[in-house]
C-alpha cells in the first residue's frame, strides 16, 4: 500500500486547466482515467487526508504510485481523450460497461449489388443499414418473415445466391414467394434495390404510404374481378400491421429518441436503453456495471452516453436523449453528442406526459435487470469463492489464488510441438493474457523438456520486466539472460503514445525512477499465485526446476493427471486427491481443459499450414498462377521432379531460367511421404499421392488429421 503523499505532486505544478489524468500503479499500469474542468482543484481532491475519503477512492490512491495528466484547450477535447483512454487502458478503478458488441442488429447489406437482409452482430460496416438492437435474434427473423411477403428482398448468403446463378434455379424462398430471384434474373438490379429501400423506409417507421397503396391496388384488383391477386394484397396488407404490432407506438407524435434509465445500489448499477424511432420502440440493450469509484448518477449516465455513442454518427445518434439525471457540466456532454450528430442533440429530463410514462416503464426495466443480475452473480461469486478457498486449502497456499496460469504441451509424434498458457483470474477466465509458444530448444517429443523451456520463458519475461520497472532491490541479481526463444502470442507490444496530438502532456515525478511508458498491460508482467501444468509428477518437477533456477520461490506449482483427476505438488511422492464433487477440482478441470483446447487449436494449425506446404513454395518469383499452370500441365509433383528442363520450358510462361531454378528447388527437396487410404489403411501409389495433395491443399498422407487425431497430444 503506497502513501500517496511519496508522489503528489508539487505546489504549483499542476496547471489550472481543463486535461485528462491518469494514476498507475507500481508496475506502470494506468488503474484510473479521469476528466476535470480545472486540473489542480481536481487532483487536490485525492491528496487530501486519506480519513477523508471515500473507501472506493481511498484504495485507488493507495493501490496509485504516480499520476501524470495531459492538457487539452476545451471540456469537449477532455470528454473524447477520457473515453479513448478507458476503452484503450481499461483502468480497474473507472466504471465499465460490458460489451455490448453480441447484440443483434437487423440489417441490409446496402453497399452490395443486391443487398441481403440479415442478423448481424459485431462493429458497424460502411453502407449496411442497421435497425435495431433488438433483444434476441429471433425477433428480428419473425419480423422479416413478416415482410419478405410484401418487400421480397434476398435473404441468402453469398454461396447460395452464386450456386443459384450457377444452376439457374432459384432457392425455395424464390418458389414460395418470399424472394424476387435476382439470382435467375427475374427482377433487375434496379428493381431489387428498390425493393430494398422500400424495406428501410418500412422499417424506419413510414408505414402509413405502403398500407394505402396496398389498399388501393386491393380494391382496383376487386373492382376488375381479379380476386385471386385482391386476396393476395389484403394477406399482405395483414402481414404488415402484424408487423407494425410488434412495434406499438409510444409516442404519438413520431418522436425519434433513446430512452436511459439507471437503477443502482452502493455496489452495483444497471443500465438500460431504449431506442424510439419514429414513435416506436425500435430496439432495447442493457448493461451492469460494479461500481469501483464513487459515481453519482448523473456521471453514470456520462459514462454510459460514451459507450452507447463513442463510435457512432449521424443518424445513430438521436435528435433527443432522455436520461434520469444530467451529467454535471452538462453542456460539454451535449456539445459532443452534438458533434458526433452532426446536427443539435437535445438531454434532458423527461417531466410529464407519455415520455416520461415511457421513462418509467425504462425504469422497472433496469431495476429487473438488476435484481436478475444479482441473483444469478451470488450463486457464481458463491462458487467461485469457494474453489478458490478448497485449492488453497488443498495446497496449503497462504492465500486464495486469484491467478492461475496452466500451460499444456501439444505436437503430433513430436512434430509440430507447441505449448499453452491460458490464464483464468478471480476463478474467470482472461482470454487476452493467453499465450502460445513454438518449441525451439530441441527437436522431437520431449513433454518434460518442452514443459521446462515454456516455464523458463516465461518466467524470464517476467523478470526482465520486474527489472525493467526497477522492482528489484539491492543485492538482487537481475537474469543475465531475457530472451524468450521464439514467441507468439495473442497481442502486441504498446508502441505509441496517444496524447502525442494533444497540446501539452506532463508527468509528475515518477516513484523509483520508473520509466514512462503507455500503461497497458505487459505481455508477461504480472505473476501468478498458481501455476498448473497439465501432467503428473515429471511435468511438475520440470516447472519447479525452472523456477528454481530462476531463483522464484514465491509461486506456487501443481499438476493435474488427466488419468484419475490427481493433483500433484512438486515436494509430495503422493498425489493430492480432490472429491470428485469439489468445486476447487471442477474450477481446476476447466482450467486443464481451456490449456489443452487452446494448445491443440494451434497446434492443428501449424500442422496444416505445414500440410499445404509444397517445394515450389521455395521458389523465389513463382507465384500462384505459375505454380497452378505447372502442376496442371505434369499432374503431379513427382513427375514435374522427373521432368527435363527443357520439358518444363515448354509449359506456358515458364522460361528456362526459371526452369532451371524449379529443377534445382525439387532436386533439394524431399520427397513426400506416401497417402494412406483413409477407409482401408492401404498406401496409396505415388502419383495419385502427389496430385492429389497439391491440387487439394488437404492432408492426405500418413499425417492426417482423422487418422492420428488419437496420437497427437
Known amino acids: 500500500m503506497a502513501d500517496p503523499s511519496s508522489y503528489r505532486p508539487k505546489p504549483g505544478q499542476i496547471p489550472d486547466s481543463p486535461g485528462v489524468y491518469r494514476f498507475r500503479d507500481e508496475h506502470r499500469r494506468v488503474i484510473y482515467v479521469g476528466k476535470a474542468k480545472s486540473l489542480r482543484q481536481r487532483l487536490a481532491n485525492y491528496f487530501q487526508d486519506l480519513a477523508g475519503l471515500h473507501p472506493r477512492t481511498r484504495s485507488m490512491v493507495t493501490t496509485a504510485a504516480s499520476v501524470e495528466w495531459t492538457v487539452v484547450s476545451t471540456e469537449v477535447e477532455a470528454l473524447q481523450l477520457e473515453y479513448s483512454w478507458i476503452k484503450e487502458y481499461d483502468p480497474r478503478f473507472n466504471v465499465k460497461y460490458r460489451d455490448d458488441k453480441s447484440y443483434p442488429y437487423l440489417a441490409v447489406t446496402m453497399n452490395e449489388e443486391f443487398p441481403r437482409v440479415q442478423v448481424m452482430r459485431g462493429h458497424k460496416k460502411k453502407g449496411v443499414r442497421y435497425f435495431g438492437p433488438y433483444a434476441h435474434a429471433w425477433a428480428i427473423r419473425d419480423t422479416v418473415d413478416l415482410l419478405l411477403r410484401v418487400f421480397p428482398v434476398r435473404t441468402c448468403s453469398a454461396g447460395v445466391f452464386k450456386n443459384a446463378r450457377r444452376t439457374g434455379r432459384p432457392c425455395l424462398l424464390g418458389y414460395i414467394g418470399k424472394c424476387s430471384a435476382p439470382c435467375v434474373d427475374r427482377v433487375s438490379a434496379e428493381e431489387h434495390r428498390e425493393l430494398a429501400e422500400e424495406f428501410c423506409d418500412f422499417m424506419t417507421g413510414r408505414t402509413g404510404t405502403y398500407l394505402r397503396r396496398l389498399e388501393k391496388q386491393m380494391m382496383e384488383a376487386a373492382e376488375e374481378m381479379e380476386y385471386e391477386r385482391a386476396a393476395r394484397l389484403r394477406d399482405d396488407i395483414e402481414a404488415l400491421k402484424k408487423a407494425m404490432e410488434k412495434n406499438a407506438v409510444v409516442l404519438a407524435d413520431a418522436t425519434d429518441a433513446d430512452l436511459i434509465a439507471v437503477a443502482e445500489d452502493e455496489l452495483e448499477a444497471a443500465v438500460q436503453i431504449f431506442h424510439v424511432r419514429g414513435g416506436r420502440v425500435r430496439g432495447q440493450r442493457g448493461w451492469v456495471t460494479d461500481k469501483v469509484e464513487e459515481i453519482t448518477t448523473g456521471a453514470l449516465v456520462e459514462h454510459a452516453l460514451q459507450q452507447l455513442y463513442g463510435e457512432e454518427t449521424g443518424d445513430a445518434v438521436p435528435k433527443e436523449v432522455l436520461v434520469p439525471a444530467l451529467p454535471d457540466p452538462l453542456e460539454p456532454v451535449q456539445e459532443w453528442l452534438s458533434g458526433r450528430r452532426g446536427a443539435n442533440v437535445s438531454l434532458r429530463i423527461p417531466q410529464r406526459g407519455d415520455k416520461r410514462a415511457l421513462m418509467e416503464t425504462v425504469e422497472r426495466n433496469a431495476q429487473q435487470a438488476l435484481v436478475l ?170 516447472a519447479q526446476r525452472a523456477l528454481d533456477e530462476l531463483g522464484i520461490d514465491d509461486i506456487a506449482v501443481c499438476g493435474l493427471a488427466k488419468r484419475l483427476e490427481e493433483v500433484w505438488l512438486p515436494s509430495e511422492d503422493d498425489p493430492v486427491v480432490l ?135
Not at 493474457?433 to 522431437?444: L, V
Not at 520486466?465 to 543475465?480: C, L, M, Q
Not at 522460361?655 to 506416401?674: C, M, S
Open 579 to 713: 472429491p470428485r464433487t469439489s468445486e476447487g477440482l471442477y474450477l481446476l478441470q476447466r482450467v486443464r481443459d481451456e490449456a489443452h483446447r487452446f494448445a491443440i487449436t494451434y497446434q492443428r494449425t501449424k500442422r496444416a499450414k505445414r500440410f499445404r506446404s509444397s517445394p515450389l513454395d521455395d521458389v523465389p518469383g513463382l507465384g500462384e498462377t505459375r505454380k497452378q499452370a505447372l502442376i496442371k500441365h505434369f499432374g503431379s509433383v513427382k513427375k514435374l521432379r522427373s521432368a527435363t528442363i527443357d520439358e518444363i520450358c515448354e509449359v506456358p510462361g515458364i522460361g528456362r531460367k526459371t526452369a532451371e531454378t524449379i529443377a534445382a528447388a525439387l532436386a533439394r527437396a524431399a520427397p513426400a511421404a506416401p497417402a494412406v487410404n483413409t477407409a482401408t489403411g492401404e498406401i496409396m501409389e505415388d502419383e495419385d499421392s502427389d496430385t492429389t495433395a497439391e491440387t487439394s491443399g488437404e492432408p492426405v498422407s500418413a499425417g492426417a488429421p482423422d487418422e492420428r487425431r488419437g496420437q497427437e497430444r
Open 373 to 542: 443480475h444479482k441473483t444469478r452473480r451470488a450463486s457464481d461469486l458463491t462458487t467461485r469463492s469457494r474453489a478458490l478457498e478448497e485449492i488453497a486449502d488443498a495446497l496449503d497456499l497462504d492465500s486464495a489464488p486469484l491467478r492461475i496460469e496452466c500451460y499444456d504441451i501439444s505436437h503430433l509424434q513430436g512434430d509440430d510441438v507447441v505449448a499453452s498458457m491460458v490464464v483464468f483470474e478471480d476463478g474467470l477466465q482472461r482470454k487476452s493474457e493467453y499465450r502460445r509458444f513454438q518449441i525451439k530448444g530441441f527437436e522431437g517429443q520431449d513433454d518434460v523438456r518442452s514443459m521446462h523451456e515454456v516455464i523458463t520463458r516465461r518466467f524470464k519475461r517476467y523478470l526482465a520486466e520486474k527489472e525493467k520497472t526497477g522492482e528489484w532491490t539491492e543485492g538482487e541479481n537481475a537474469p543475465s539472460d531475457t530472451s524468450s526463444g521464439h514467441l507468439s502470442d495473442t497481442s502486441s507490444d504498446p508502441l505509441t503514445d496517444t496524447s502525442g496530438a494533444l497540446t501539452d502532456t506532463t508527468s509528475a515525478p515518477l516513484a523509483n525512477g520508473l520509466k514512462d511508458d503507455d500503461g497497458r498491460p505487459k505481455r508477461f508482467a504480472y505473476p501468478p499465485q498458481l501455476v498448473v501444468v497439465d501432467g503428473g509428477r515429471p511435468q511438475v518437477a520440470a
